[in-house]
């Protein structure tokens, strides 16, 4: 998911990637949205855009902000029979004193993904791309199509020089409130060792109604949605 700094606001994040759904997945959209935000036991605000490119490419941020944190996390992508291929990618953020900029390039020519910036040399690649492949941060996206389109939840993410797999698994439902309407949500749950990442997922909405990341069974990030355009 890729939030947490660094592994959703979003770590918020593809083995059996995209199998086969008898539901149509839905069409791509520009999209405006923002969110209530807490991080770090501190209220901030987060914003979420996608915005087209030209020749069928996409551009994906997300940005949280308080007194404490400021994350910013941006994806360049296409999509490419039914999948999100991402071409480039950079994850800055700052937490109290502590800056750290790292940036992703995705060359499916070649098959490679490589990193550089604030990260370790060892973590610099080249790791082999397989089809399907997202980063962390498209995750996001995914889950919220997928779950719409009663697909599995299970991805192959590359992050800071190595590839895993994740999958989410359906809580159930819940009501949830959006800007102070009370709507039906899908509840999905991933858990990577002390970090636990919760999505919520509304009908016909692109975006993630609210994003939860506990560390250690402690909230670290909770994104609600205020608003979507």
């Not at 990637?17 to 969110?35: H, K, R």
């Not at 030209?54 to 949280?64: E, Q």
């Not at 004193?97 to 490679?112: A, E, G, I, L």
Request: charged fraction near 20%.
């Amino acid at each position: 998911m890729k939030l947490h700094l660094t592994r959703p606001l979003q770590r918020l994040t593809a083995a059996a990637v995209l199998a086969l759904a008898a539901a149509p997945a839905l069409a791509l959209n520009a999209f405006t949205a923002t969110y209530q935000a807490s991080a770090m036991g501190m209220q901030g605000e987060g914003r979420m855009t996608l915005t087209p490119q030209g020749a069928g490419k996409w551009k994906y941020d997300l940005s949280v902000r308080n007194q404490l944190v400021n994350l910013t996390q941006s994806t360049t992508f296409e999509e490419k029979g039914g999948m999100f291929r991402p071409l480039s990618s950079s994850d800055s953020s700052v937490v109290l004193v502590k800056r750290k900029s790292v940036n992703t390039h995705y060359d499916w020519s070649s098959k490679q993904a490589t990193w550089s910036g604030d990260i370790k040399d060892r973590r610099k690649g080249p790791v082999p791309l397989q089809p399907g492949d997202m980063d962390a941060l498209l995750v996001n996206l995914a889950i919220v199509r997928d779950v719409q389109a009663g697909k599995p939840l299970t991805y192959r993410m590359l992050e800071n020089g190595k590839a895993s797999s994740t999958s989410y698994q359906t809580v159930g439902k819940e009501t949830i409130e959006v800007a102070g309407k009370q709507l039906s949500a899908t509840k999905v749950s991933q858990t990577d060792g002390k970090r636990q990442t919760i999505v919520w997922v509304v009908p016909d909405m692109p975006v993630p109604a609210r994003i939860l990341q506990r560390e250690d069974g402690r909230d670290s990030y909770d994104l609600t949605l205020t608003s979507f355009n």
